[in-house]
């Protein structure tokens, strides 16, 4: 199990560094200059334009500047930003947490409704509700998140008044709960579909029939034998969507003014801050590629032959 583990260690070495390589080769290659637009329409002062390429190594080749932004990277050492001197690592730190809290939401009301309904759906293949769900959650994946989120915020928020229109500075459980739904609909509609096709694919196979003839009762083979090997597939689709969910989140966070990492990643972009958007991207890759490795991990736990083997 062990050296199962750090084989999977190992080989996220690479995927961080060639992941971060390209984002910064893109951020590289982006036209203007990060200098020049921090004077806004100032006239450019040449000597402190200089100075400051200098200290923030924008003068150095990109190779350069990608092993220098590396090795800070290693003791979480990204710089500061370009407008205001900010330390980088304190603008992640105070965007972060509410970000973290919305993808968490999201993550447990798409995890929770969407293995329910598809649990639902797979076991009573071809009912009318069966239809009902799978017409959902069709709708959910053809419809735009942006649409979901601004027809959600018309309706749940302006004429209904069940939840805050917006988020706002310090948002709490109730004001980020529009905003999760938002963010985990398209998922949750996935799940659905996943979760249903594996139920009723496995509620046929042979080991469930002999499971019934042995006499076991109908929740001890739902729960033991049908749901254990459908959710693996399921599992899969949850880690790595958990990362997914930190850099989704720029369309919800826009949507309900919500001061989170995908909020402050879009500002970045707008605002020239090469060095602000490099790290946020390096930051959602590490969550991505361990929410990957935690997945591998749960596999042993689900799927004996793969802990044998």
């Avoid at 018309?154 to 917006?166: A, E, K, M, R």
């Amino acid at each position: 199990m062990w050296k199962y583990f750090l084989r999977r260690v190992l080989q996220m070495i690479p995927v961080i560094l060639g992941t971060t390589l390209l984002i910064y080769a893109l951020v590289f290659a982006l036209p203007g200059d990060p200098v020049v637009a921090m004077f806004g329409d100032k006239p450019v002062n040449q000597a402190i334009a200089q100075q400051i390429r200098a200290e923030y190594h924008l003068d150095q080749p990109f190779i350069i500047q990608y092993f220098y932004f590396l090795k800070n990277a290693l003791t979480f050492d990204f710089g500061n930003t370009l407008r205001g001197n900010r330390p980088v690592i304190d603008v992640m730190a105070a965007a972060f947490p509410v970000t973290i809290r919305l993808g968490l939401m999201a993550f447990v009301f798409e995890a929770i409704f969407g293995v329910i309904f598809g649990i639902v759906s797979g076991l009573k293949k071809g009912k009318w509700y069966d239809s009902v769900i799978l017409i959902v959650s069709l709708l959910l994946i053809s419809v735009p998140t942006f649409v979901t989120g601004f027809v959600m915020q018309y309706f749940l928020g302006v004429q209904w008044h069940i939840f805050p229109v917006t988020a706002g500075a310090n948002p709490g459980f109730i004001d980020l709960l529009m905003p999760a739904m938002v963010l985990g609909s398209t998922s949750m509609a996935y799940i659905i579909r996943l979760t249903r096709t594996e139920v009723a694919s496995n509620r046929t196979l042979d080991y469930v029939r002999t499971a019934r003839a042995k006499g076991l009762s109908n929740r001890s083979v739902i729960v033991n034998h049908i749901l254990r090997n459908s959710l693996i597939p399921v599992v899969t689709y949850l880690g790595a969507d958990l990362g997914a969910l930190m850099g989704g989140a720029m369309i919800s966070e826009r949507i309900f003014n919500i001061n989170g990492i995908g909020n402050t990643l879009y500002k970045a972009i707008l605002q020239g801050e090469s060095n602000l958007v490099v790290s946020i991207v390096t930051v959602l890759v590490l969550i991505f590629v361990v929410c990957n490795l935690a997945v591998d991990m749960l596999y042993a736990a689900l799927d004996p032959r793969i802990r044998y083997a």
